[in-house]
RNA sequence: GCUGGGGUGGCCGAACGGUUCAGGCGGCGGCCUGCAGAGCCGCUGUAUGUGGGUUCAAUUCCCAUCCCCAGCUCCA
């Protein structure tokens, strides 16, 4: 059986193909992963992003991959310099607490810390050096309002990600020719040359007043981090144009070599059938469905199980059922710490096998989490009827267990299942008076007592090998 | 208009030329249980947008057609 890396296949954007993932160094992988611009909460559509790139770093770990992953956080855009402004209040200090927020947010979703967080605002004199040498180059230029700009006709693949062609471009008719000034409309800027807009927000450098255009700090930081060509880079569809193309322009131009070898690149949320985004109104925050009793974990299960590159049209109904599902996986988790039957011999020894087999497989097939799932689920199922036939022993059990820590190591959704809880001692009292009323088949008393358990976050089942309990979680969401 | 992604059972979602078209959720029934819970088993009637074609065989390939979604200068 294999379960050494080598065969993972992902779905290269930039040649529309399934490849073997072959990193630059063996057994490294080295990933930029597009992170949050911190002018607001971010909503779950911009998680649904994290989450895959959680998901992808998660698997290459599982394959014994070493990783280093890069996530920037853009903290300097019209989009930040605009909120603060209509705040009053400086950009940094708008852009910590949602800084802050994002953090936090991550973290309830159990997404695993990136190696590096670089923020805009803290590499101006990397970008600055970027745009000299573009500038040096040829392949960029000073317009009349003094900001730089980069001349897309000088960079002969320009839109060999998204598959543009340039000159449909130029004659497209939304391109906001008045936006700047630009001496071709389909040039976009490297450096913005200080306006009254921009306030306070500036930095007095070499090539001027102003501040970094959007797409240079992923070409600056990513170089920085991870060198002049990385493996993987992650973002959603809407950044493959033009700001993946753009970034491809700059670091390509910058260092003649190539710049990302595996594009990944996710598809939307939706909500209702729509796109769910900030300029429609019709989003989500982490924040919104923690407030209406959901388990950060169950938003974490239903984004991470449909494949990246498939549009998820978001539900309630979607976010109960992935609360049960992952459910299921939990009560399978505490079953398996209470396992001690005769033993199920080879046949549990071929489950856990095949099971092994089939989820590996499908993961490395462009993360196909489904299928992973499905051979997950089918795996839990026959192992519950071993349990349920007491057939399992509890050496067993354990490597049952531990294979599945395994796996969730991958999904991150079960989480710690404690085999030896304390319980309050008030809990414990309850616990033996209620056993005498069930002697007595009192069964009134005994149901009122499960009930106030039940109050205190106390679970108790009545099962043929005795009474079971366990502590609920999560009782304060 | 150009460039992409889709249309699979009550819902969500795999498979993509061939054993019964996975799996999850939900519903119903059964086993177990004092009841409940968990779990297991069965069922959920002919599930692959529509019309053609290729093939011994199509959800899968080809053609046509309808519908949905996205990108097209700063939205993950």
């Not at 695993?112 to 392949?139: Q, W």
């Not at 595996?262 to 985004?277: D, S």
Request: aromatic share 10%; hydrophobic share 40%; charged share 30%.
């Amino acid at each position: 059986m294999k379960t050494s890396a080598g065969d993972i296949q992902f779905f290269n954007t930039l040649t529309r193909e399934k490849e073997k993932f072959v990193p630059l160094e063996k057994g490294k992988a080295k990933m930029y992963t597009c992170g949050p611009t911190v002018y607001d909460f971010a909503h779950i559509g911009n998680f649904r992003a994290f989450l895959f790139e959680d998901l992808l770093r998660r698997w290459l770990e599982y394959r014994g991959f070493k990783v280093t992953q890069v996530m920037n956080l853009t903290d300097v855009d019209d989009r930040t310099i605009d909120a603060a402004r209509k705040l009053g209040i400086p950009l940094e200090q708008h852009t910590a607490q949602f800084i802050q927020a994002f953090f936090e947010d991550i973290n309830a979703l159990n997404i695993e810390k990136a190696e590096h967080y670089p923020r805009a605002t803290e590499h101006v004199p990397e970008m600055v050096a970027l745009i000299k040498k573009l500038v040096e180059k040829g392949y960029a230029y000073r317009g009349e309002d003094g900001s730089i700009y980069y001349d897309i006709s000088k960079f002969k693949d320009y839109g060999k990600l998204s598959k543009f062609k340039v000159t449909e471009l130029k004659a497209g008719a939304r391109v906001k020719v008045d936006e700047y000034e630009k001496a071709e409309a389909r040039d976009f800027a490297l450096w913005k040359a200080w306006d009254e807009g921009d306030g306070e927000v500036f930095w007095e450098t070499d090539i001027g007043k102003g501040r970094p255009g959007w797409h240079i700090e992923c070409s600056a930081m990513s170089m920085k981090y991870l060198g002049e060509t990385l493996d993987v880079h992650t973002g959603g569809v809407d950044n493959m144009f033009p700001h993946h193309e753009n970034e491809i322009a700059q670091s390509e131009a910058a260092t003649g070599k190539k710049f990302v070898n595996y594009w990944l690149h996710n598809e939307h949320l939706l909500v209702e059938g729509k796109r769910m985004g900030k300029r429609f109104g019709n989003y989500y925050t982490l924040r919104d469905l923690i407030k209406l009793g959901y388990d950060p974990k169950a938003v974490r299960y239903l984004l991470l199980s449909t494949h990246y590159s498939q549009q998820f049209n978001f539900t309630f109904e979607g976010l109960e059922a992935a609360k049960n599902a992952i459910e299921r996986l939990t009560n399978f988790m505490y079953r398996l710490l209470e396992a001690d039957g005769k033993g199920g011999g080879e046949k549990i020894a071929a489950l856990m096998n095949r099971v092994e087999k089939e989820f590996g497989e499908a993961m490395d097939d462009d993360l196909n989490i489904s299928l992973a799932l499905a051979s997950l689920f089918e795996f839990v199922r026959e192992v519950n009827s071993l349990l349920g036939n007491n057939m399992l022993s509890k050496e067993e059990a354990r490597g049952v267990h531990s294979l599945m820590v395994g796996f969730d190591r991958v999904l991150g959704v079960v989480g710690e299942v404690q085999g030896e809880e304390k319980l309050p001692k008030e809990a414990e009292e309850l616990i033996h008076r209620r056993e005498e009323a069930r002697r007595a088949k009192d069964w009134k008393t005994a149901d009122q007592i499960r009930q106030q358990l039940a109050v205190m976050g106390i679970i108790i089942e009545d099962t043929p090998q005795g009474l079971k309990w366990r502590i609920e979680k999560g009782q304060n969401v």
